[in-house]
């Protein structure tokens, strides 16, 4: 569940506002996608000579996840989630971290062409959804 918040909105307008959040997962990366050497989630492999290669089956399971998760926000009908990969303590590794996250995005936004991920901000995703 969402919700901005606007105190004083007929003076202020949406200058002054508030966003509030419940998220899904908690604030962590949706399960099996926390890509960090802390945890033992697999990295994304995107070279398809290598035996580990991955990207269709971890593209399509994000997929499956979102699908799942978006219906039980009020934003679906926007067609904006927010969707968080971060936690306490994490990022001991922030290369590893990112190189999958670039390489899911990537890959991800080729296959799918109803789901479009990118990085954003609170901001963003605010001005999008109010």
Known sequence: MEWVWRPFFQHD???????????????????????????????MIDDPT?????????????????SHQRVHYKTNETGQMFMVFGDDFRYANA????YSLDRLIKYFNLKYTDVQLMYSTPSIYIDAIS
């Open 50 to 66: 290598l035996e580990n290669y991955n990207v269709d089956a971890r593209i399509s399971e994000l997929y499956d996840w979102i």
């Open 95 to 98: 290369h590893q971290v990112f």
């Open 13 to 43: 307008g949406k200058r002054t506002q508030i966003f509030t959040h419940a998220l899904y997962h908690h604030y962590s990366a949706p399960e099996d996608f926390d890509f960090d050497t802390l945890n033992d989630n697999a990295p």
